[in-house]
Antibody, heavy 115, light 106 residues
């Protein structure tokens, strides 16, 4: 059974760093893109970026380039999304998903950034 | 960046009726289009990929059509479980992009 299990909710202050994870199982990790999608409160879905576990090629949406870093650890079939300096506007639910069209999704991780 | 535009923003329908949702791409995406359903508090769920291929375990009441720039998701015999927000997504080009969503309401 394919599963993407994300790390739990986080509460952070502006300027703090954060790394959230997406642990996968049930499929060949290296054969599927891993994507991150943001959903701000009450809003729609925004694709943030993708990484190929095969060659580590990473592509970011222009809206997120330079503000987040996407990475993977193939040895534990896990993907990561990280920030070095959070802003209040980063408050959102973040989903990981696999593939070019997203047939499996993580359950989402709520990140709250507030002073 | 390819812009995806969905219409209408909100669609009011009754159980048993048919709903037709539209999605337009700002340039051709061939058939590289997916549809998702999202209910409150849940992750999105893939309904359709390749513009017209239903995902695993998706009811035949859901059908997708179109190619190039104009696409449609049709839902027949609406049930209470179908009332949700629906998104289209193009995966023809990076960055992948979503439409803004259509809310299907009672």
């Amino acid at each position: 059974e394919v599963q993407l299990v994300q790390s739990g909710a986080e509460v952070k202050k502006p300027g703090e760093s954060l790394k959230i994870s997406c642990r996968t199982s049930g499929y060949s990790f290296r054969n599927y893109q891993m994507n991150w999608v943001r959903q701000m409160p009450g809003k729609g879905l925004e694709w943030m970026g993708t990484i190929s576990p095969l060659d580590l090629e990473t592509i970011y949406s222009p809206s997120f380039q330079g503000h987040v870093t996407i990475s993977v650890d193939e040895t534990i079939a896990t993907g990561y999304l990280q920030w070095t300096s959070l802003k209040a506007s980063d408050t959102a639910i973040y989903y990981c998903s696999r593939g070019f069209y997203f047939d499996y999704w993580g359950q989402g991780a709520l990140v709250t950034v507030s002073s | 960046e390819i812009v995806m535009t969905q219409s209408p923003g909100t669609l009011s329908v009754s159980p048993g009726e048919r709903a037709t949702l539209s999605c337009r791409a700002s340039q051709t995406i061939y058939n590289n289009l997916a549809w998702y359903q999202q209910k409150p508090g849940q992750a999105p769920r893939l309904l359709i990929a390749g513009a017209s291929t239903r995902a695993t375990n998706i009811s035949a009441r859901f059908s997708g059509s179109g190619s190039g720039t104009d696409f449609t998701l049709s839902i027949s015999s609406l049930q209470s479980a179908d009332f949700a927000v629906y998104y289209c997504q193009q995966y023809n080009d990076w960055p992948s992009t979503f439409g803004q969503g259509t809310k299907l309401e009672l």
